[in-house]
C-alpha cells in the first residue's frame, strides 16, 4: 500500500495514498511523453449544463463521450463507468471501487482517479460540505474549497461537485480535487479526480475531461 496521508479517497474510512515529490518541470515533461497535454481547456465551451447553484467555475462541464481511445471500467455493480487515457494505471483500490493514476519517473503522483458506490449517509444536498468534512477527518489539513456546482446532468444521473485543495499531514503534499457524487437510477457513485497542485495547470483539463465523461446507470 502507498505510505500514509497523500490522497484521500472518497469513502469514509478508507485512503488510497502514494509517495509524492512536488516536481512541476517533471510533470510538464511526463505529459509532453506520454501524449496528454490539456485535452479539455478552459472557456472553450458552451457552459455548464447544470442548474442551481452552479459556479461559472464549471464552465468547463460539458458531459459527453470520451476522446477515442480511451479505457473504460466499470464498477463492479455496473452502475458507474470510469473513462481515462491508456497512459493511465489502475491502482490498488478497496474491493468494489476503482482506481487508476500516474506517475512521473519522480515518483510524483500528477493524476489519481477513483469511482466508489457511495458509502454514508452523503447527499447531492450536502455533499459539498460532507467532502470537505471527510478532508478533515482523515489526513487533510489547510483544505479549502473553490468552487461548488450541483444541479449538473451527467451521463445517466444527476450529480453535485466540489473543486478544493488539501494539504496532507504527512509529506505535506499539496492537492487539487474535482470531487463529484452522482445519483443514477439505482444507485450512488462517488468520482474523485485529483492531481498534485502543482501539476494543476498540466492535468487539470485532463481530469475536467474524466469527470465528463462520467457515466452511472
Do not use: K
Not at 512536488?22 to 501524449?35: I, M, P, W
Not at 479539455?40 to 477515442?68: C, D, L, N
Not at 492537492?175 to 457524487?181: G, K, M, P, Q, V
Amino acid at each position: 500500500m502507498p505510505p500514509a496521508g497523500d490522497i484521500t479517497s472518497p469513502q469514509r474510512n478508507r485512503s488510497h495514498r502514494r509517495r509524492v515529490l512536488t516536481a512541476v518541470t517533471a510533470a510538464a515533461v511526463v505529459a509532453t511523453a506520454l501524449g496528454l497535454g490539456l485535452f479539455w481547456t478552459h472557456g472553450a465551451h458552451r457552459g455548464p449544463t447544470a442548474t442551481g447553484g452552479t459556479s461559472t467555475a464549471f464552465a468547463w462541464f460539458q458531459p459527453g463521450a470520451q476522446p477515442a481511445g480511451w479505457v473504460q471500467r466499470s464498477l463492479p455493480d455496473r452502475e458507474a463507468r470510469l473513462s481515462y487515457p491508456p497512459t493511465l494505471d489502475p491502482q490498488r483500490s478497496d474491493p468494489g471501487s476503482v482506481s487508476v493514476g500516474l506517475t512521473s519517473g519522480a515518483g510524483a503522483v500528477l493524476v489519481y482517479l477513483n469511482v466508489t458506490p457511495r458509502q454514508g449517509a452523503e447527499t447531492l444536498a450536502d455533499w459539498a460540505d460532507f467532502r470537505v468534512a471527510h478532508l478533515r477527518e482523515e489526513t487533510a489539513r489547510a483544505v479549502r474549497r473553490t468552487a461548488v456546482g450541483t444541479g449538473l446532468h451527467f451521463r445517466g444521473g444527476v450529480g453535485s461537485c466540489v473543486v478544493d485543495e488539501y494539504t496532507t499531514r504527512v509529506h505535506a503534499n499539496t492537492y487539487e480535487e474535482i470531487a463529484c457524487l452522482v445519483q443514477g437510477r439505482h444507485g450512488a457513485s462517488v468520482l474523485v479526480a485529483a492531481t498534485l497542485r502543482a501539476a494543476w495547470a498540466t492535468y487539470s483539463g485532463l481530469v475536467q475531461r474524466v469527470v465528463s465523461a462520467f457515466q452511472v446507470s
